[in-house]
């Protein structure tokens, strides 16, 4: 009776070590790729600070990562715990019930850091100066203006294309953010531009001037806004799985934000005066476009 309890237990201890190793090695993988999460955020929120990266698009990258960190770390509690239990039974369910999602969980979280590469080298458009695009004080790109500032965003559209036919014959949104600015000084009491955007957007009379100038960026933003789509609609031919990519084109008027944070301006700055463009394309399965 005493060799078979002994026996018993061997066995038990013996199938318990293969368990640990087994739980140790999932805890391992998905270790790795939480760390590369927990990195990747932690670069999402630099650029943010830096003003590299709008805090629009931060935000839902942050979102996306922050879901599949809880997750990855969901998953190391329940590990831990399986580790630390004598009972085989608790272990071995741990490893059939995480094994159903794992090898999904590391392919998402694989898939969403090789579009967050992309995302690192975002392609953004700042040389659109008031001077060159806008008239003073204006949110419309005169006529003679308009073929210079299209073959500009061709470019842009045009590396969009290319990098998203690279990806995955899956379904993916592109999110294009748009973001107008405006310097810091204000427009007369009488200036007919003040007066319509007060018009228009439903102002009181006596709106104060930073007021005015978001109203005025986000005016801009959409007119470049408009260009962006004329040229993707033009040039969306060129995408491989065009059935399978949707755009969603944000336009946010940042008024007298300063562009990058990182910077030294001056109140009248023709440099505050731009339209910054960003992008990134990301798995539908990942995105979501609620927060505006």
């Known amino acids: 009776m005493k060799t078979k309890v002994l026996l018993l237990l061997i066995i038990v201890f013996s199938l318990s070590s293969c368990l640990n190793k087994r739980l140790s090695k999932i805890k391992q993988d998905v270790q790795s790729s939480h760390d590369s999460l927990v990195l990747a955020k932690k670069n999402v929120d630099k650029k943010i600070k830096t003003g590299e990266l709008s805090l629009e698009m931060g935000k839902k990258l942050q979102d996306t990562l922050n879901s599949l960190e809880a997750q990855s770390t969901d998953y190391m509690k329940n590990l831990d715990k ?3 239990s004598n009972n085989v039974f608790v272990k071995n369910n741990v490893i059939v019930k995480i094994n159903k999602n794992l090898d999904n969980f590391i392919n998402v979280s694989n898939d969403l850091l090789n579009d967050y590469e992309d995302v690192k080298s975002l392609d953004v458009m700042n040389d659109f100066m008031l001077d060159e695009s806008f008239p003073p004080g204006g949110y419309e790109i005169p006529e003679s203006s308009l073929p210079a500032v299209k073959d500009a965003y061709k470019y842009l559209i045009d590396k969009i294309i290319v990098a998203t036919n690279k990806k995955k014959p899956v379904p993916y949104v592109v999110h294009i953010s748009i973001l107008g600015f405006s310097d810091g000084t204000h427009f007369g009491d009488s200036s007919p531009t003040r007066l319509k955007l007060i018009e228009e957007f439903n102002l ?11 109203k005025l960026s986000l005016k801009r933003a959409q007119e470049i806004r408009k260009i962006v789509v004329d040229l993707l609609e033009q040039r969306k031919v060129n995408l491989v799985n065009r059935d399978k990519v949707q755009f969603d084109i944000r336009e946010v008027g940042k008024g007298e934000e300063l562009p990058f944070s990182d910077k030294t301006y001056g109140q009248d700055d023709k440099n505050r005066r731009i339209v910054r463009v960003q992008w990134f394309a990301i798995n539908k399965k990942y995105y979501t ?4």
């Open 289 to 292: 476009g609620e927060n505006k």
């Open 204 to 214: 009181p009379l006596d709106a104060p001037g930073y007021l005015i100038n978001e």
């Open 82 to 84: 399986a580790m630390n």
